[in-house]
């Protein structure tokens, strides 16, 4: 069930012109805001009024839904988490100015190097997945008209075939 992303207002974050679900996000976005960390990738168009909140509220969404899509475990929920609570404390304290977010960010930080030192999170750059669904596949991939969520649908077929053996 979608649920329905509102601002302080209670406006509908997608009369913001952002995007919040990932069935309308192109991997083109996506792959931006994760190589950039610029949430600003998530505006649908250069007028939108989007704020910094409503751009990470979105953004909290989008991790979510992906992490339902993929079906990723619970090391790698912890992984997408702590990155989203890492931005957003990033973003509040440019906001506040206030100090004390700044401990946060450092522990949060910390607990996100003792993740990946633990788990072996190498699981190729996002080119190359994209790469490999293009071979399996043999179609390119249109990165501003794929969505997140056809992508990822994709990554779980590959992963099914795999696990049976077949390709």
Do not use: C
């Amino acid at each position: 069930m979608k649920q329905t992303l509102k601002d302080r207002d209670g406006q509908n974050l997608s009369t913001k012109q952002i995007y919040s679900e990932i069935d309308e996000l192109p991997l083109y976005n996506f792959k931006k805001v994760i190589d950039t960390k610029d949430l600003t990738f998530l505006k649908k168009t250069d007028e939108s009024k989007a704020t910094d909140e409503e751009l990470t509220k979105a953004w909290n969404r989008i991790s979510e839904q992906v992490a339902e899509v993929t079906g990723v475990g619970d090391v790698q929920q912890k992984f997408i988490m702590l990155q989203t609570d890492i931005e957003t404390l990033t973003i509040d304290y440019l906001v506040t100015r206030d100090r004390n977010l700044i401990t946060l960010i450092k522990t949060k930080q910390r607990e996100l190097e003792k993740l990946i030192e633990r788990q072996d999170v190498n699981k190729g750059s996002f080119d190359e997945q994209i790469a490999a669904v293009e071979l399996a596949f043999r179609f390119q991939i249109d990165e501003h008209k794929t969505t997140v969520k056809r992508f990822f649908n994709y990554i779980n077929i590959l992963t099914k075939q795999d696990k049976n053996g077949r390709r």
